[in-house]
């Protein structure tokens, strides 16, 4: 397991937390740290949460969500309306009443995976069957998992 570095400085009257990752150096401002009640899928002791640019991708609607109780858990995400991926309103309905957000404050991001065939070629799928609704005024969100069986966890994108 690759070892992540932490270090918290204080930048403009502002307390940081950088991490070194596998995706590069990032900045969280403790400020904006996200609360996941229930943590997320498979990684339920993973409560808090904070969003970064990603370092390699300039202006890329890539984010990086950083676990902070455990430093070498994160994930690419994005944006649902970066995808231009619509839920159906029922759909949608179920997401904002599983996650307690309101409507009107819900952001809907997607865990993106990177895939490799056999042969060499490189895939990126998006998870639309269990997407993060967040708040970010009220920094709560959470994973929530879609009945849909026509949503996947591997849409291609």
Do not use: W
């Amino acid at each position: 397991m690759a070892e992540v570095q932490i270090e918290k400085v204080m930048i403009d009257n502002e307390d940081k937390l950088i991490y070194q990752t596998p995706y590069g150096e990032i900045e969280l401002q403790e400020d904006k740290l996200l609360s996941f009640s229930d943590g997320i899928v498979g990684f339920s002791n993973c409560t808090v949460f904070g969003l970064a640019s990603h370092p390699a991708v300039k202006n890329s609607p890539i984010l990086i969500l950083q676990c902070v109780n455990d430093a070498t858990v994160n994930f690419a995400v994005v944006d649902s309306k970066s995808l231009s991926f619509e839920y159906s309103a029922e759909d949608m309905a179920e997401a904002i009443k599983s996650s307690g957000v309101s409507s009107k404050d819900a952001i809907v991001m997607f865990i993106l995976r990177t895939n490799e065939s056999d042969e060499g070629a490189k895939s990126i799928t998006a998870n639309v069957k269990a997407p993060i609704v967040l708040d970010a005024t009220n920094k709560v969100a959470k994973q929530v998992i879609l009945n849909n069986r026509d949503l996947s966890t591997q849409y291609e994108i």
